[in-house]
């Protein structure tokens, strides 16, 4: 009975924590065909291979929270993965965010131009002020 129990309680909670995962696209150019047949704004995020307390920020204020939850379907979501700086995705990055650290988070046109401010000061007011920003802008 216990491992019943213990069996239908892991499901159930990696059935939730399955739902609060975005799927990320990784090709830009695929993003930005979608962004124009479905007419809504891309969501890039610049990413490194390193943990630190700004993706710690970001994911419990940002994409754990509830207003991120209602405006992730009418953005596009685009992961840049700047780890390798030989690759193209390290330049995309720069012009999105203009930084050349990770994390970031800008939101795009399907011209790939950056609307507004760059989210790359990773706090809990600007987290705030990103998310307000979004959602005026979708």
Known sequence: MKKLIFIFLFAVTFQV???DQTTWITDY???LKMSEAQGKPILAFVVNNEGSEAMTLLKDLFFLSD???KLSSKVIPLKVDISDQQSYNVRLGIHYTKKRTAPGL???DKYSRTIGK???IINSENIAAF???INSKI
Do not use: W
């Open 106 to 108: 800008a939101l795009v």
């Open 118 to 120: 760059p989210l790359v």
């Open 17 to 19: 924590s399955a739902q």
């Open 29 to 31: 150019k695929e993003a």
């Open 67 to 69: 207003d991120y939850k």
């Open 131 to 133: 998310l307000s920003f």
